[in-house]
């Protein structure tokens, strides 16, 4: 069964820190997407990347960065100079298949960022 | 364009009532999901429909149950409502044409049974 696991329930750090968002998926196929999504106080939820099984490439977005290690079933998510602005609960989720959509979240970390 | 428009936003009912829910999804998205989120159980995938038909379902009880009209519009429909249904019900749309497409989240519909 698919499983996503975020063990940090909440962050807490002063503006301009470095955080790193922890995330660790459980699946048997050897197809399967891995997301992270924002979730601000008004609810909707905010795509911000999606890796495929095959692309191991780590990958880095102004701020956000993404390591994605298939050894240890990770993909960590890391926000370079945090900035008040990204205080919010981001939710990491695994999808199995490819066609149909249906994503499996982990618990969600609620990231506070202090001035 | 348009974001994925839910209606209502907010909604209070009884228990042993029936609630409808609505999603409007991103013109020319063909797939709509529905997810329920609780502060005990988190995000849950309900169901997901695709060209009017069922493709995907969760682990959810028969109250639960949903469809999509010819143009993509979804509802999805709680019977007999309990108190643990109150939740935040998230709807989300992707265009869904082979592989996996990013799926746009609407604001929700916070649903409260007294």
């Known amino acids: 069964a698919q499983k996503v696991t975020q063990a940090q329930t909440e962050i807490s750090v002063v503006e301009k820190e470095d955080v790193t968002l922890d995330c660790v998926y459980e699946?048997?196929?050897?197809?399967?997407?891995l997301f992270w999504y924002k979730q601000p106080p008004s609810g909707e939820l905010v795509f911000l990347i999606r890796?495929?099984?095959?692309?191991?490439q780590n990958e880095i977005s102004g701020r956000y960065s993404w390591n994605f290690q298939k050894s240890t079933s990770s993909f960590n998510f890391t926000i370079t100079a945090s900035q008040v602005v990204d205080s919010a609960v981001y939710f990491c989720?695994?999808?199995?298949?490819?066609?149909?959509?249906?994503?499996?979240f982990g618990q969600g970390t609620r990231l506070t960022i202090n001035p | 364009k348009a974001g994925v428009t839910q209606t209502p936003r907010y909604l209070i009912k009884t228990r042993g009532q029936q609630v409808t829910l609505s999603c409007s999804p991103i013109?020319?998205?063909?797939?709509v999901s529905w997810y329920q989120q609780t502060p005990g159980q988190g995000l849950q995938f309900l169901f997901e429909?695709?060209?009017?038909?069922?493709?995907n379902k969760g682990n959810f009880p028969g109250r639960f149950s949903g469809r999509q009209f010819s143009n993509s519009r979804s509802e999805m429909n709680v019977s007999t409502l309990e108190l643990g249904d109150s939740a935040l019900y998230l709807c989300?749309?992707?265009?869904?044409?082979?592989?996996?497409?990013?799926?746009?989240f609407g604001q929700g519909t916070r649903l409260t049974v007294v």
């Open positions: 989300a749309s992707s265009l869904a044409k082979g592989g996996w497409t990013e799926a746009f």
């Open positions: 699946t048997r196929d050897t197809t399967y997407y």
């Open positions: 890796r495929n099984s095959f692309d191991e």
């Open positions: 989720a695994l999808s199995e298949a490819p066609g149909a959509q249906k994503l499996v």
């Open positions: 013109s020319g998205h063909r797939s």
């Open positions: 429909y695709f060209s009017e038909t069922q493709r």
